[in-house]
Nanobody, 113 residues
Framework: QVLVVESGGGLVQPGGSLRLSCESSGPTFSSYTMAWYRQAPGKERELVAEITGGGVTNYAHSVKGRFTVSRDNAKKSLYLQMNSLKLEDTGVYYC???????WGRGTQVTVSS
């Protein structure tokens, strides 16, 4: 059974930083795009950032310049460095392997003063 497990969420003040991690079990996803999605309270899930197997990245307009997605294929891991966090970044963040529709259970990020 393939699992993707997120960690690193928490409570942070506006302007602060967090680093999310995602570890995957099972076969390597090094050739596949991996992504971070989030779901804010009362809203639909949205793509935050994605990275191809070759390292090409894509970001939602709302996080561009503040968030950085990266991966370590040897560790089968995905990361999201989040800086200059805003109140509207609050939500549950999910690690996703879109090609296989693998979703983690999510990690809560709360930005609050």
């Amino acid at each position: 059974q393939v699992l993707v497990v997120e960690s690193g969420g928490g409570l942070v003040q506006p302007g602060g930083s967090l680093r999310l991690s995602c570890e995957s079990s099972g076969p390597t996803f090094s050739s596949y795009t991996m992504a971070w999605y989030r779901q804010a309270p009362g809203k639909e899930r949205e793509l935050v950032a994605e990275i191809t197997g070759g390292g090409v990245t894509n970001y939602a307009h709302s996080v561009k310049g503040r968030f950085t997605v990266s991966r370590d294929n040897a560790k089968k891991s995905l990361y999201l460095q989040m800086n200059s966090l805003k109140l509207e970044d609050t939500g549950v963040y999910y690690c996703v392997v879109p090609f296989f529709s693998y979703w983690g259970r999510g990690t809560q990020v709360t930005v609050s003063s």
